[in-house]
């Protein structure tokens, strides 16, 4: 019988593949998604964006419980965590997402071909599943397998008390000592996570700063909030050796001024980065060659050197954001389609959901520096603002990097309460080449945390009114 033919094939339903298949269906192509595991959405929804910022929000409202909410003349007796029930309402939240994505596809006739996809060839793709092994063709083939968890030899995951990301959310109980290697995204919102209920934290970065790459105000800004939470602390530090015994776990790390130093603790999260993961796809069948570190070669236009092969997402080059993934997604079901597709990587922008959150887009100041860019900066601290004291979440600052000459805003950094929400309109006005006299002269509600962004435009110009 031959094989069943397919317009577009996608490999993996993480964001960035399942959009893929979604947009190339919406423009009248015949699509399948591979996908192995028993539920759509790859690492964000399974295993990571979604389950982590669930936990962040209940770990939020217990903390705020025991320490905030008295100062708002809200006496709670007696709290106590309710762990079990904590982790039930995170997996119920990842499988009502999953199963959406499984409704999208039935509501835009994208087949999901359950199990494991290979190449044969540039067109042919084999998915070894529960039905056996079944091969498919199609004229294009979009790799979106994503990325895995780094291993490092000095800590390798044995999956209960040294882990990864994955391991990080469904600890059974509150560790008493929890040991982070990587001040990153991840191992600041999952170290946030169970500093909140209850553990004693500690994080091992490389590094001089957490966050790296980040602008410096920021990540040193919320160094020193985390600090006051109660996190430890190790920079200019790694890990060189773990040892386990009695259910310790040791890390002993290695300072810059060569001196050791040796943290116990009873878990491990190890998040020092992700690569991008393509074992089992056979990619070899079609004379395909990795880059160093592993990505997929890709052009502007999503194209691998083999024609008819695309690929998207966390396995090509560029920051490991399920955003950038989903909008290179519907880029290349375009581009396929004939159509134009385009995303503007110089408006992506990064989130870190720890408390008070950070949120970027653009250069940082450093990076404006470096690029020999002549800018101007505004800021203005969430102290002067109105609604930022109702709420009772003063910490951090919006900062907002124009061109010296031009006032087109090149970089917007913010650190304090909705970060996550506040940049949105930053990002627009990056898409839009807007300068900063542009915020400064848009009205924006009061009161709102959004004033801030406002103020912060008003101090390009050295104009705010609440400073
Ligand atoms: P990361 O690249 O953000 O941070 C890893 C950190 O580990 C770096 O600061 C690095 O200097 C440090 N490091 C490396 N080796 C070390 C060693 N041996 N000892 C001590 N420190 C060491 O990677 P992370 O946090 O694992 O996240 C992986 C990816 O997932 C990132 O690309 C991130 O953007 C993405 N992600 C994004 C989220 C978000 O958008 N909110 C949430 C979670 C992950």
Partial sequence: MAAQEFD?????SGPG????????????????????????????????????????????????TLHDLAKHGVKVEKTSLDLPTMLKRKDEIVKGLTGGVAGLFKKNKVTWLKGRGSFVDSTTVKVVGAEGEVTYKAKNIVIATGSKPIEIPPAKFDREQIVSSTGA?????????????GGGVIGLEMGSVWRRLGAEVTVIEALTTILPGM????????????????VSFHLETKLVETRKANGEVTAVCQ???????EIKGDRMLVAVGRRAYTEGLNIEAIGLKLEAGGKVPVDEHYRTPVAGVWAIGDVIRGPMLAHKSEDEGVACAELIAGRAGHVNYEAIPGVVYTWPEVAAVGL??????????????????????GRAKAFGNTEGFVKIIADAKSDRIVGAHILGPNASEL?????????????AEDIARSTHAHPTLSESVKEAALGVD????HI
Avoid: W
């Fill in 462 to 465: 050295k104009r705010s009114i």
């Fill in 364 to 385: 940082s100041e450093e990076a404006a520096k470096q690029q020999g860019l002549a800018v101007k900066v505004g800021k203005f601290p969430f102290l002067a603002n």
């Fill in 8 to 12: 577009v094939i996608v490999i993996g």
């Fill in 255 to 261: 300072k810059a001024d060569g001196s050791t130093v």
């Fill in 17 to 64: 593949g399942y959009v893929c298949a979604i947009r190339a269906a919406q423009l009248g192509l015949n699509t399948a998604c591979v996908e192995y595991e028993q539920s759509l959405g790859g690492t964000c929804l399974n295993v990571g964006c979604i389950p982590s910022k669930a936990l962040l929000q209940s770990s939020e409202y217990y903390s705020h």
């Fill in 215 to 230: 602008d410096l105000e920021l990540s040193k800004g919320l160094l020193k909030i985390m600090q006051k939470e109660g």
């Fill in 423 to 435: 940049i949105a309109e930053l990002v627009v006005a990056i898409e839009f080449g807007a300068s």
């Fill in 169 to 181: 959310l469904k600890f059974a109980s509150v560790p008493k000592h929890l040991i982070v290697v």
